[in-house]
C-alpha cells in the first residue's frame, strides 16, 4: 500500500511518537467515553513489547493556539492510566533528556499540543522541535490524518514514519471499501443536504455500482425530477447540481436509488402521527421524514446483490422514533449479511456511528470509522495529509 507499519520497523530501543486521537467527550471534568482512548492501546503495548518507548502526542479540543487550562490533556490522564492499565508521565515542556531519563517501559503524554499556534500552522519549526523528542514516528490518528499540522504531517517528513494498529485497520478497511473492491459496491449516502456532500456524491458515483441516497437529500433529488415534497426538507436551488449528478451516475453505469415510498408527518417530534405515501404523493401540508418499507426492501436486495457496502449518513430523521425504522431496518440488514460473510460492510461519520449504534447493528459491520472528518475526505477521493507523508 505504500505505508509501513509496526511489523516493518525495528523499535528495540528507540524513542516512538506517537500521535494518538484522544480528544475524548468530558463533563464536569470526566471523561464520559473512553472509546478513542482505549482504542490506542494495541498500538502503545506493541511498542513496548517490541523495546520501543512510547512518547504520545495529541491535541484536545479547539484551544485555537493558546494555552486554555480547561483544554489541558491532564484532565485525560486518569481515564488514559485505567485504559492502558500503567502509570502515565505527563510532560507540559518535554525534553528528550527527560524522556531518555525513564524506563523504556514508561508511557509519556505530551501537553495538548494545539496550545502551540505553530501546530495548526504545520510550522516546520514545531515538526522539528517534536523530531527531536524522538527516533521514530507513528502515525495512530487516522481521524486527524485529513488535517497538515505539524504532529500529524510535519514531523512525519522529518523521522522514519510508519502507522499504527488503528492508523493500519482503517487504511486496510478503507483500501477493500473503495480503492480495490470486491463487485458489485453499493454506497449508502444519506444526511440533510445535499450541498454538504457535492464532493463525495461525485466521487462516488465513478466509484460504485450503485448509490443509495436518503435523508433531507434525497428529497431535493425527488424535487430536482419535478416531484412535491411538501414542507419537506430539501434545497430546491441545488435542483440543477442533483440532475446533474444523476446524469454523471448515468453515464458511468452507477445506478442511484431514491426513495419510491416515504414516511410523512405533519409535525417533527417523537410519536407524531405518521404515514406512509408514494414518494410522488407527499401532502402539500406535511414532510417527508424516512423511506418507507417498499425503500427498504429494494435497499436490501441491492445489499443481498453487492458485496462491498460503504456507509455514511442515515436514511431518516433517525433520532426520533418513528422516523428511525429504515435506517434500523437497512442497518440490521447489512449486519445479518456481513455476519453470514456475503458482505463487507464500512460505515463511517458521527451521525452515521450513532445511528448503527442505535440500531444494534454496528458490532457487526466489518470496520466502523470513527474518523468523522477524515473519513468524508477519504469517500470524497482527496489525499489525507497525514497518510500521504507516511508514504513519503
Known amino acids: 500500500m505504500g505505508w509501513k507499519t509496526l511489523d516493518d520497523v525495528g523499535l528495540a530501543g528507540k524513542v516512538v511518537l506517537t500521535r494518538v486521537d484522544i480528544n475524548v467527550p468530558m463533563e464536569a471534568g470526566r471523561v464520559t467515553d473512553t472509546t478513542r482512548i482505549d482504542k490506542i492501546k494495541p498500538t502503545v503495548e506493541d511498542i513496548i513489547a517490541r523495546g520501543g518507548q512510547v512518547v504520545l502526542l495529541a491535541h484536545f479540543d479547539r484551544p485555537k493556539g493558546k494555552v486554555v487550562p480547561e483544554m489541558s490533556l491532564r484532565h485525560v490522564l486518569p481515564a488514559l492510566e485505567a485504559s492502558l492499565g500503567r502509570p502515565v508521565t505527563f510532560m507540559e515542556r518535554p525534553s528528550r533528556e527527560a524522556i531518555d531519563a525513564l ?5 509519556i503524554l505530551v501537553e495538548n499540543t494545539r496550545f502551540s499556534p505553530m501546530e495548526e ?5 514545531m515538526a ?21 499540522h505539524a504532529s500529524t504531517e510535519g514531523v512525519a517528513r522529518l523521522l522514519p514514519s510508519f502507522a499504527g494498529r488503528l492508523m493500519e485497520a482503517e487504511l486496510r478497511a478503507l483500501e477493500a471499501a473503495l480503492g480495490t473492491p470486491e463487485r458489485p459496491v453499493v454506497a449508502v449516502v444519506g444526511g440533510a443536504k445535499v450541498s454538504t456532500k457535492l464532493d463525495l456524491l461525485g466521487n462516488l458515483v465513478s466509484k460504485v455500482d450503485h448509490l443509495v441516497i436518503g435523508g433531507g437529500m434525497a428529497n431535493t433529488f425527488l424535487v430536482a425530477q419535478g416531484i412535491e415534497v411538501g414542507k419537506s426538507l430539501a434545497e430546491r436551488d441545488m435542483s440543477a447540481t442533483a440532475l446533474e449528478i444523476l446524469a454523471k451516475a448515468k453515464a458511468a453505469g452507477c445506478t442511484i436509488h431514491l426513495p419510491v415510498d416515504v414516511v410523512v408527518a405533519r409535525e417533527f417530534k417523537a410519536g407524531a402521527d405518521a404515514d406512509v405515501v408514494a414518494a410522488t404523493e407527499c401532502p402539500a401540508d406535511a414532510m417527508i421524514l424516512d423511506a418507507g418499507p417498499m425503500t427498504v426492501a429494494a435497499i436490501v436486495r441491492v445489499f443481498e446483490a453487492s458485496k462491498t457496502l460503504i456507509w455514511n449518513g ?3 430523521a433517525f433520532e426520533i422514533t418513528p422516523f428511525d425504522a429504515a435506517t434500523n431496518a437497512a442497518a440490521k440488514s447489512a449486519a445479518m449479511l456481513t455476519r453470514e460473510g456475503a458482505l463487507i460492510s464500512v460505515a463511517g461519520g458521527g451521525d452515521t456511528v450513532s445511528a448503527l449504534n442505535q440500531a444494534g447493528a454496528a458490532g457487526d459491520f466489518t470496520f466502523i470509522s470513527t474518523a468523522g472528518g477524515a473519513f468524508l475526505e477519504w469517500m470524497e477521493g482527496k489525499d489525507l495529509p497525514g497518510v500521504a507523508a507516511l508514504m513519503a
Open 103 to 107: 524506563p523504556q517501559t514508561a508511557v
Open 121 to 125: 500552522a504545520n510550522d516546520p519549526k
Open 128 to 148: 522539528q522541535f517534536l523530531a527531536s523528542l524522538g527516533d521514530l514516528f507513528c502515525n495512530d490518528a487516522f481521524s486527524a490524518a485529513h488535517r497538515a
Open 314 to 316: 442515515p436514511l431518516g
